[in-house]
């Protein structure tokens, strides 16, 4: 199956910082990347979708002035928490797609704000 | 809309009991359906999945049917392991986008 990562896996950064992370799709050209966000026991939920050289389209209710999304390849999409503060800890994971085909999910990347 | 409501948690087995999470579904046209497991400190992988009516997912002893009368795909498994013990998540594809719409996840653990 399709391989999909992210880097850091885990990140740990000072209130007010920014911090990026990155999520590749190794063996294939994802056309579309999406962004969730997963709080403790609980489901994932979508921040944002983005298509390749396009704006990301965010969901309600998600920042983007602080979580900017830049998809500026076939295999590589960013998400940068910016001023990042503790309520921003949680666990971020990033699918991409190829067309209208199976989402294929990262690992994960869990981010604490001291 | 679309959303999908699964069986609420924790779910705990004696190894080798049998196992079944109940996952329903509301959804616009014909969606494809999927099971999730999430490991302990790791990102989903993805279980089994059925993309039509009557299809049948299976993989590693995990069975789900997409039934279309009853909007459901619960999860079953024969004989559980403690390597199973993870989060369960269901989830359905809408065949109109490519978005995901996830249940919130059933937590088992299986014990010796």
């Known amino acids: 199956g399709a391989v999909v990562s992210q880097h850091p896996s885990r990140v740990i950064c000072k209130s007010g910082t920014s911090v990026k992370i990155e999520c590749r799709s190794l063996d294939f050209q994802a056309t579309t990347m999406f962004w969730y966000r997963q709080f403790p026991k609980q489901s994932l939920m979508l921040m944002a979708t983005s298509n390749e050289g396009s704006k990301a389209t965010y969901e309600q209710g998600v920042e983007k002035d602080k979580f900017l999304i830049n998809h500026a390849s076939l295999t590589l999409s960013t998400l940068t928490v910016t001023s990042a503060h503790p309520e921003d800890s949680s666990f971020y994971i990033c699918s991409a797609s190829k067309l209208q085909e199976t989402q294929y999910f990262g690992p994960g990347t869990r981010l604490l704000v001291l | 809309g679309n959303s999908v409501t699964q069986m609420e948690g924790p779910v705990t087995l004696s190894e080798e009991a049998f196992l079944t999470i109940n996952c329903t579904y509301t959804?616009?046209?014909?969606?494809?359906l999927f099971w999730y497991v999430q490991y302990p400190g790791e990102g989903l992988q993805l279980l089994l999945k059925a993309t039509k009516a009557d299809d049948k997912g299976s993989n590693k002893g995990f069975e789900a049917t997409y039934r279309k009368e009853t909007t459901s795909f619960h999860l079953e498994k024969g004989s559980v392991q403690v390597s199973d013990s993870a989060v369960y998540f269901c989830a359905l594809q809408s065949n109109t986008g490519n978005q995901f719409y996830f249940g919130t996840g059933t937590s088992l653990t299986v014990i010796p």
């Open positions: 959804a616009t046209g014909y969606p494809s």
